[in-house]
Structures are given as C-alpha cells and as structure tokens.
C-alpha cells in the first residue's frame, strides 16, 4: 500500500492534494503502529467556527478504526492516559477521524515528506493545527519541526504527555503542555520550568494574572471574539506569550 500512495503522487500537482500521511511509524508510548494524517490542504480550508481556516492533523492507530480503537482501550497508542480521554474529549471519533482512517484504508491519501507539505502550506498561508484528534507527543519531535519550518505559518498544538518518562520535551518548544484535574502548574513547572501550558478550569476566578490569561476565544458574554488562526497564541515556547487557562465547553 505505501508504495501505491508514494506512485499515486506522480505527475500529480501537490496544490491539487488535499490530505497526505506526514508520519507512519511506532506510537512513542507503546510501539502500536501509528501515523499522523493532515487534511484541508486544498484550495479551501477548515470551516471549523473556533480554530477558523487551519489545515488540520489527526493522529491515528494505522490498523484499527477509531471507534474500535476507542472501545478496545487501543487508543492510548495515540492518547496516552489523557483524563479527557473517555469522558470530557469532544471529538466525535466516527465522524472525521473515522473518514480519514477510511480514506487511507482506500489507498486514497498519499504519504508525502513533512517539508513537502509544509511548502503547500506556505503557498496557501494556512496555519496548522496539530493534534485535531490525538496528541502530538505521540510523533517524532522531527516530523513536527520539519513541517513547520517548511510552513512558516501559525499553528496550534497541545499535549499530556509531559509526565511520561519517555517524553521528548522538545514537544514543549511546539506545543502547549495540557494541565487539568489530574495534574498541576506546580508539578509541570518543577519538571519544565519554562513550558507554557494550556490548563482546563471550572471558572477563570484563579487565573494567575502574572503568569496566565484567559482564553481570547470568547467574549464575557460568550460570543465568538477571536479565532485560533487570528489568535497562534497555543504555540508552545516558540511564542513569548503567557500560558492560557480556558473552561470547558468555552
């Protein structure tokens, strides 16, 4: 099959793909065969009414479907042991990751260097989002860095996987580090004292106004004030920006 998609790309134009495998290879948490696909790489983008127009990566089992992946517990090759995972997570995993998965079960997505899709990126002038489904500490730190560097955009990324023994903290340069109920700022700083996180609150009452802001996405009155695209501040340490503290559902 990989030597069918490679053939697929010839003497096709790259701004006429519109998603490609960046990524096939051992899931960093536990060797399960993975790979990182991006869509919305045509002419139009996302339509998505929070991030905006971002292409978007979901990272996926290479050999069981979403749902089942889900159900068999098999999904923390590509989730680790995120809190959000079963009760909290909003992807609905039958819908587009589900639709991905299909099309490279088809032959119908083409596997393409990370560089090479970032220069469609770069023509486009679309910003990424890493980890539509799926945490992007579960790819080589490389894949990640060559694609951005290729894109040159904006991009949005997040991860659990700070606490993991095996955890590439060059992730943090890229992605945001995820706090919630079931760790801390305290207990992330002691480990990487210049990560930024993204943490998850039940209100914004203790926001810590000299090291976090509220999430720019919405007004007090919950209106739509800002989206991701506009915003690039979830961008792990290549931003110099204070860390984001959002509610659920906001």
């Known amino acids: 099959r990989r030597a069918q998609q490679v053939h697929h790309?010839?003497?096709?134009?790259?701004?006429?793909?519109t998603s490609a495998i960046i990524y096939r290879g051992p899931s960093m948490a536990d060797g399960r065969p993975i790979m990182a696909v991006i869509s919305q790489l045509g002419p139009k983008g996302s339509d998505n009414a929070k991030t905006?127009?971002?292409?978007?990566?979901?990272?996926?089992?290479?050999?069981?479907?979403?749902?089942?992946?889900?159900?068999?517990?098999?999904?923390?090759?590509?989730?680790?042991?995120?809190?959000?995972?079963?009760?909290?997570?909003?992807?609905?995993v039958g819908f587009?990751?589900?639709?991905?998965?299909?099309?490279?079960?088809?032959?119908?997505?083409?596997?393409?260097?990370?560089?090479?899709v970032g220069a469609i990126l770069r023509e486009r002038g679309r910003a990424i989002r890493i980890g539509a489904y799926g945490d992007p500490g579960m790819v080589p730190f490389e894949i990640w860095r060559a694609l951005l560097d290729a894109a040159g955009t904006a991009h949005t990324s997040y991860t659990h996987q700070w606490r993991e023994p095996w955890f590439d903290p060059r992730h943090l340069s890229i992605s945001m580090a995820s706090v919630d109920s079931e760790n801390t700022v305290e207990e992330l700083r002691a480990r990487f004292p210049d990560a930024r996180h993204y943490r998850l609150a039940s209100d914004y009452s203790d926001v810590d106004r000299a090291l976090e802001v509220k999430c720019p996405s919405k007004a007090d009155d919950g209106t739509r004030r800002v989206q991701c695209v506009d915003c690039g501040l979830c961008g792990g340490t290549d931003r110099a920006a204070k860390s984001i503290v959002i509610v659920e559902n906001d």
């Not at 790309?9 to 793909?17: D, F, R």
């Not at 587009?96 to 090479?116: D, E, F, I, L, W």
């Open 52 to 92: 905006g127009d971002m292409a978007q990566i979901d990272i996926l089992l290479e050999d069981e479907h979403p749902v089942e992946a889900r159900k068999t517990g098999h999904d923390t090759a590509i989730c680790g042991a995120c809190p959000l995972r079963v009760s909290v997570c909003y992807v609905n």
């Open 96 to 116: 587009g990751p589900a639709s991905k998965y299909r099309a490279v079960q088809r032959g119908n997505v083409p596997q393409m260097a990370p560089g090479a």
């Open 9 to 17: 790309l010839q003497g096709v134009s790259p701004m006429t793909i």
